[in-house]
């Protein structure tokens, strides 16, 4: 029988949480009594949701080298440490898209600082407190929302998929070293969405024919306890 992991009491950041999916999760694991910080570059967006969900509101930009520290601090002070660790903001490159022949050096720069250096910055700088969460017997997971551009090359989706494919590859090989140390690292695509960011890059896409946000959300919360409980599970074994 799973040994069942509740999400009540879970320290959470989501990054990316005032729109699309980074909001549906920053929602539904606060409704879900997990403690919730989430990053996002807007002021006014941060303050907003952060009064809706009760969450903890953090104003930085993950594509930023100079905001990844004072991010980290504040995640770790606000949530006195970090069992999961959901690496969600993204940027397209170009918009519209673009060929990569007519993508811009510094628009596939911006790609890979949000979606690939920046991730990887920051699961750094918290990733002493992830494997902390672990030898405590809590588990420790870091999510990166992936997309079928990692996996299929789609004209015009150069920068985004580009950028998307190191993440992936990153989360497969961070899974293999951090296996030591009780961290799970998992790669997740949830599928086209009804969000922002799929409308700047698919404007004429029909949401009807999307996937909402919310039960991305779900599903992705489903992998979170999955890996929780076969973390728990580990541990008892020892």
């Keep these: 029988m799973p040994i069942q992991t509740p999400l009540r009491g879970l320290r959470v950041a989501v990054t990316g949480g005032t729109s699309g999916l980074g909001l549906a999760l920053v929602r539904n694991l606060a409704a879900q009594g997990a403690h919730v910080a989430f990053i996002a570059r807007t002021p006014g967006a941060v303050e907003r949701i952060a009064s809706e969900t009760s969450a903890h509101g953090i104003v930085g930009d993950i594509a930023s080298k100079e905001d990844i520290h004072p991010i980290s601090l504040q995640i770790l002070g606000l949530l006195g440490g970090l069992d999961v660790l959901i690496n969600n903001a993204s940027s397209l490159g170009p918009v519209p898209l673009a060929l990569l022949a007519d993508t811009q050096c510094e628009e596939l720069e911006q790609a890979l600082a949000a979606n690939l250096v920046g991730p990887f910055r920051l699961t750094k700088a918290l990733f002493g407190a992830l494997a902390a969460s672990a030898r405590e017997g809590r588990g420790a997971v870091v999510v990166n929302i992936s997309s079928d551009a990692a996996v299929t090359a789609y004209a015009g989706w150069g920068a985004y998929g580009a950028s998307k494919a190191a993440l992936r590859h990153l989360t497969g090989i961070w899974a293999e070293e951090a296996r030591g140390e009780g961290v799970a690292f998992l790669s997740l695509d949830p599928g086209d969405m009804d969000t922002p960011l799929h409308a700047l890059a698919?404007?004429?896409?029909?949401?009807?024919?999307?996937?909402?946000?919310?039960?991305?959300?779900?599903?992705i919360i489903t992998a979170i306890r999955s890996a929780l409980d076969a973390d728990t599970a580990a541990e008892v074994q020892r």
């Design 202 to 219: 698919v404007p004429e896409a029909d949401p009807a024919t999307l996937k909402h946000p919310e039960d991305a959300a779900a599903e």
